[in-house]
């Protein structure tokens, strides 16, 4: 089992940056697919980004060329970087990690079903 821990989120205005971290304890990272959801006020939770260590990351269209998902193993560490925000971009981050396959990343990131492991989550706000 993995745990998992964010941080990073908080308030920043529109066009700003923040980069979350998602902690992960108990296992090797590069043993799941990583990914980030976020969810806004009245909203379901929607996927954003995914990465798999084998050099492949999927995105989200709304997030694609502002959001960059990256990971580091010998941290425990997956990252978001999130540039030009907006404030449609205002929710709780959640980092995510799946025990499937690497080769199905871009069939099944995008499926809050296919990850395992959750963490609890942190508050971006973008003022506009």
């Known amino acids: 089992q993995v745990q998992l821990v964010e941080s990073g989120g908080g308030l920043v205005q529109a066009g700003g940056s923040l980069r979350l971290s998602c902690a992960a304890s108990?296992?090797?990272?590069?043993?799941?697919?990583m990914g980030w959801f976020r969810q806004a006020p009245g909203k379901e939770r929607e996927f954003v980004a995914a990465l798999n260590w084998s050099d492949s990351t999927y995105y989200t269209e709304s997030v694609k060329g502002r959001f960059t998902i990256s990971g580091d193993n010998a941290k425990s560490t997956v990252y978001l970087q999130m540039n030009s925000l907006k404030a449609e971009d205002t929710a709780v981050y959640y980092c995510?990690?799946?025990?499937?396959?690497?080769?199905?990343?871009?069939?099944?990131?995008?499926?809050?079903?296919?990850?395992?492991?959750w963490g609890q989550g942190t508050q971006v706000t973008v003022s506009s």
């Open positions: 108990g296992r090797t990272l590069t043993n799941y697919i």
């Open positions: 995510a990690a799946s025990i499937g396959e690497r080769r199905d990343l871009y069939k099944r990131a995008w499926t809050r079903a296919w990850y395992d492991y």
